[in-house]
């Protein structure tokens, strides 16, 4: 019968375990374990999707049952904006969005943004139905812009065109950066093209119809508003 070498040599070690002839085909058995595969953190996908878009969340202002998710950036960036809406709630007689946009855009995207809000309920100030014939359209803007919880910048390429001639957009850009109430949406262009041309405006994030359709952001901005 084997006898056991721990008490000569000891078993301090998995290999002198394993050379013992009275335990060795006992520790043996343990030596060898399934492979697993390997994650990475950065690289992890789940049924499909990549981790980073696994992380989208729900918002803190989201009613209950609401299945609109959020990347972290939309949460940080619209997170300010929020905590502004719920300050100003308590006054009276107030859109919940002001559309700003560029002349050009008013019948197509700017119009297709303004129809998708108000589908969802969002009460906008858009200068096609809010600006009379004959009246001063800086001071309807005026009137507007103080009567908005929220103001949305269409930035499309029509718009850089007039920001960077300095046109009426660009007067309502400044008055509502003065705000901080501002929510930069992306159509047609990019955010690296707006930094070139109002690096003010191009630093703060936003939404983007690259990542999303027009229904989709207009269905955030919707509950962005609730209140």
Not at 39 to 54: D, L, P
């Amino acid at each position: 019968m084997a006898r056991c070498t721990a008490p000569v040599y000891g078993h301090r070690t998995a290999s002198a375990a394993a050379n013992c002839p009275a335990c060795g085909s006992r520790y043996s058995s343990y030596r060898s374990y399934p492979s697993y595969p390997s994650y990475s953190s950065s690289a992890n996908s789940y049924g499909g999707r990549s981790s980073g878009q696994s992380r989208s969340v729900r918002a803190s202002w989201a009613k209950s049952g609401s299945s609109i998710l959020y990347t972290p950036a939309e949460i940080r960036t619209l997170t300010p904006v929020r905590e502004n809406v719920e300050k100003r709630s308590f006054l009276p007689d107030l859109r919940d969005v002001f559309l700003c946009h560029a002349w050009d855009d008013r019948k197509d995207s700017a119009k297709e943004l303004h129809d998708q809000l108000e589908s969802k309920g969002v009460t906008v100030w858009f200068s096609e139905k809010d600006v009379l014939l004959g009246s001063s359209l800086l001071r309807e803007i005026d009137k507007g812009l103080a009567k908005s919880r929220v103001g949305i910048v269409l930035v499309t390429p029509s718009f850089l065109k007039r920001v960077k001639n300095e046109g009426i957009a660009d007067k309502e850009l400044s008055a509502l950066l003065a705000r901080d109430l501002l929510v930069p949406i992306v159509h047609n262009t990019t955010f690296e093209e707006l930094r070139e041309v109002s690096p003010l405006l191009g630093s703060r994030s936003g939404l983007s119809t690259a990542d999303q359709s027009m229904a989709d952001l207009s269905a955030k901005l919707a509950e962005l508003v609730a209140v």
